[in-house]
């Protein structure tokens, strides 16, 4: 595959742009992220664009559907049409891996998830939603430390009435930081720890024939910086939380019961087993 037909002009030498935009993405608020608009070639998009099936009419796409989200999910890569497999094969290809660890300044190694956990093709229609959250922090079947999200809009002519905002908020959920709207060709990359608050929480408002549509790619490193762990996150799951001043906001799931059991060395000792030889065992790696 030519990866130049995939990336826009400015984009070409991956390895100088990172270098230009690393400090820029280090530095920002309310944690390490950018919003690099144009980064592919408007034609190539098109393509991927024009070939973004409707998720709530596969059968293997996921539908979620309560207070913290509303939205359809599909990470069946097998059954991607081709040019979306491909641009897939483009974003866990060595050439992005190294532009993303020059941009993050992430030591660890960076490695790419083909199981496509949690990723995939996403898709909010009008009313859905993805309350404010941080993410589960874990692999689940290679215990890898998840270090980086990456998401690309598709959405052209998008107006602002129709919401759907990509929303950073600081880590005592006070204040939004910063809000991304979803525009086609934007893409968002930002490191991914116990404290990057983030979501898409006032219902979407675009008209019944739209939908806000998305790629997202998600990567791990073995090991992680101990100031990017919350001690308090015992269970690895996503964490929904409330923003200040909104009542009735996220459904927090409080597991105080569970979270005891999680302490338990024993109950520790059969997570362990489970993951190692009853959970892989049932996982079959895509895009091997």
């Known amino acids: 595959m030519k990866y130049s037909k ?3 002009k400015k984009s070409q030498n991956l390895n100088d742009l990172a270098l230009s935009l690393k400090d820029q993405y280090s530095f920002a608020n309310p944690f390490p992220h950018i919003q690099i608009d144009n980064f592919f070639s408007n034609e190539y998009l098109d393509s991927i664009l024009n070939e973004f099936p409707d ?24 059954n991607f049409p081709d040019k979306i497999k491909n641009f897939f094969n483009f974003l866990n290809s060595e050439t992005f891996l190294n532009f993303l660890q020059i ?12 199981e496509l956990n949690g990723g995939g093709l996403h898709e909010i229609k009008t009313g859905g939603l993805l ?36 929303e950073l ?6 204040k939004c930081g910063k809000k991304i709207i979803p525009n086609f060709n934007t893409m968002v990359i930002f ?14 408002n675009c008209p019944e024939e739209m939908s806000r549509k998305s790629i997202a790619l998600y990567y791990f490193s073995d090991g992680r910086p101990q100031n990017e762990i919350n001690n308090k996150n015992i269970k690895n799951r996503t964490f929904f939380k ?47």
């Open 6 to 8: 995939i990336l826009s």
């Open 55 to 78: 998720l709530s009419n596969l059968k293997r796409s996921q539908n979620y559907k309560n207070q913290n989200e509303i939205k359809f999910a599909n990470n069946d890569f097998e």
């Open 103 to 114: 941009l993050t300044s992430i030591n660890e190694k960076l490695i790419a998830d083909k």
């Open 131 to 166: 309350k404010v959250h941080t993410d589960f922090n874990k692999h689940p079947t290679n215990n890898f430390d998840r270090r980086v999200n990456v998401l690309i809009y598709l959405n052209k002519n998008w107006k602002n009435s129709y919401g759907g905002e990509l």
């Open 169 to 174: 908020w600081n880590q005592d959920m006070t």
């Open 191 to 204: 490191s991914t720890t116990d404290f990057s608050n983030h979501g898409h929480p006032e219902p979407l």
């Open 242 to 288: 409330s923003r200040k001043g909104f009542e009735n906001d996220a459904d927090e799931k409080k597991e105080f019961f569970k979270n005891y059991l999680r302490n338990l060395k024993f109950y520790q000792l059969l997570k362990k087993f489970e993951k190692k030889y009853i959970r892989k065992g049932k996982i079959t790696p895509k895009n091997d």
